[in-house]
């Protein structure tokens, strides 16, 4: 099954080979990656109110330099997934990573909103790295260390976010708009060099060929409900738009199923993905995505909004994001510590304990959401939570998949919790804007209506613990060995 590729690398691949293995600066090192691929998601956040005057267009056509990036991340994963297992995970981060690049270069001279869309949705791109990552982390490091490693980089897609938000708005304040986009240029471009120095080339290798028009049928399938479920609140969700889109994108992929259930190398293994450890893994992992990138909307509007609103607490956006940050920060502490509990427990115990606590932190905000302290102490909650549940999905999924389609199922996992943050996205942001009154000249959203979107998400945080408890305890599972020795 294992695929040696050494005759055929480079003389300065071997030279990479040959040396000892420095394992927690490559983890360091992916981590780095994670983190600048998360934070693009935030990026353009403080900015979004003033797109439409920023870029000459109108507030409908500058949603799409955030639903670019969100379309991108969604398709781009689970292929990059498919193309690292093939021809190497870290060749394939390296090409991201210079995407990124080319889409912060473009966003940095945009001045108006073709070229911004076409940036951001290159920039969104980078999202892939991040189950790359935990694949290399499979292939490079003894077992001993694997676990923390992978809990660290899984915990990158939501504390990027956390993190960076606070950056973003710190440098908007200060300096012209265009920085944060120079910003990610140079995060890329030092994060590209440590990658080519310090991360080892992957000679675990699937054998097949790319199945191009498998990528095609799931990018057009994919686009078209993500779209649908992006807009549907702008198009109307009744509209021909959100119908056609949503039953249109259902159907591609129906076909596109059936067409990669008769392929020798298809891009996803939907035999694999349909075995029960790893189909519940993902459908907890949509759960999962929902219920943390709950907060991430609910949460900074109450710290926003007006107090005249009656419902607001009145911070600007950067006091909000650094209330914020700790939620992600608690998210990265909890890396080491689930490792262990991961060894202790299990992951999919792990697995249900985080979705338990999001739900615990969203019980909490029913009836603390008139202070501070009150959304910071219920947005730490809900990072321990989200960190544990973070650590074990990952660990989930590589004990079912074989070792050479890693990379693919992490990229898989990976699009299962973004399709759980832009349904969120959807129904919380659809939930906030109807449930709502008009102060003055702005419609604010009412108590009721938080409340009704923090109940919804503890609903859907305890459907994940659920799902988690009925994974398997013992499937027949592929050797973890470490592709190159300790």
């Not at 979705?355 to 603390?368: H, P």
Request: hydrophobic share 55%.
């Amino acid at each position: 099954m294992v695929n040696s590729t050494t005759d055929v690398i480079s003389d300065r691949q071997r030279d990479l080979l040959s040396r000892p293995l420095r394992p927690r600066l490559i983890t360091a090192v992916l981590a780095l990656a994670g983190l600048s691929a998360s934070f693009m998601s935030t990026l353009v956040i403080p900015i979004q109110p003033q797109l439409p005057q920023l870029l000459g267009a109108s507030k409908d056509d500058t949603t799409w330099v955030i639903t670019a990036t969100l379309l991108s991340a969604a398709i781009i994963t689970p292929i990059a997934g498919r193309l690292g297992d093939l021809y190497g995970k870290r060749r394939v981060v390296i090409v991201l990573l210079g995407v990124l690049v080319i889409g912060s270069v473009i966003c940095a001279f945009s001045t108006s909103l073709v070229p911004m869309i076409v940036g951001r949705a290159l920039q969104g791109a980078v999202t892939g790295v991040i189950p790359l990552g935990i694949a290399i982390l499979r292939d490079v490091l003894h077992r001993d260390k694997l676990g923390g490693a992978i809990a660290l980089v899984s915990a990158t897609l939501g504390v990027g976010g956390a993190l960076g938000l606070p950056i973003s708005a710190l440098i908007i304040q200060n300096f012209d708009w265009h920085a944060i986009f120079w910003l990610s240029v140079v995060l890329a471009l030092v994060v590209l060099v440590l990658v080519v120095i310090v991360v080892p080339p992957s000679v675990l290798r699937s054998p097949g060929t790319f199945d191009l028009v498998g990528a095609i049928g799931l990018a057009i399938g994919l686009s078209a409900i993500l779209l649908a479920v992006s807009k549907g609140s702008s198009w109307g969700w009744a509209s021909v738009e959100t119908i056609g889109c949503a039953a249109g994108g259902l159907a591609v992929l129906v076909v596109w199923a059936l067409y990669e259930l008769r392929q020798a190398s298809p891009l996803v293994d939907l035999r694999v993905a349909a075995r029960p450890a790893v189909l519940r893994t993902n459908l907890a992992s949509i759960a999962m995505g929902f219920a943390l990138f709950g907060n991430s909307i609910a949460f900074p509007q109450l710290l926003e909004l007006p107090v005249a609103s009656g419902v607001g607490l009145g911070l600007g956006i950067l006091a909000a994001s650094l209330v914020m940050m700790p939620s992600g920060l608690a998210m990265m502490a909890m890396s080491p510590v689930s490792a262990r509990l991961i060894s202790t427990f299990g992951a999919r115990i792990l697995l249900a304990v985080g979705a338990c606590l999001l739900a615990v932190s969203y019980i909490l905000a029913l009836f603390l959401m008139t202070a501070v302290w009150q959304i910071l102490l219920v947005a730490i909650i809900a990072g321990f939570g989200a960190g544990l549940g973070y650590a074990a999905m990952p660990t989930l999924i590589m004990q079912s998949v074989p070792a050479t389609e890693s990379a693919a199922a992490n990229g898989l996992n990976a699009l299962m919790r973004s399709l759980g943050t832009t349904i969120a996205a959807a129904v919380i942001g659809s939930i906030l804007a109807t449930v709502a009154v008009q102060v003055g000249s702005i419609s604010v959203p009412t108590v009721g209506g938080f409340r009704l979107v923090f109940a919804i998400a503890a609903a859907v945080s305890l459907g994940s613990a659920v799902i988690a408890l009925t994974i398997p305890r013992h499937e027949e599972h592929y050797e973890e060995q470490p592709a190159l020795p300790d």
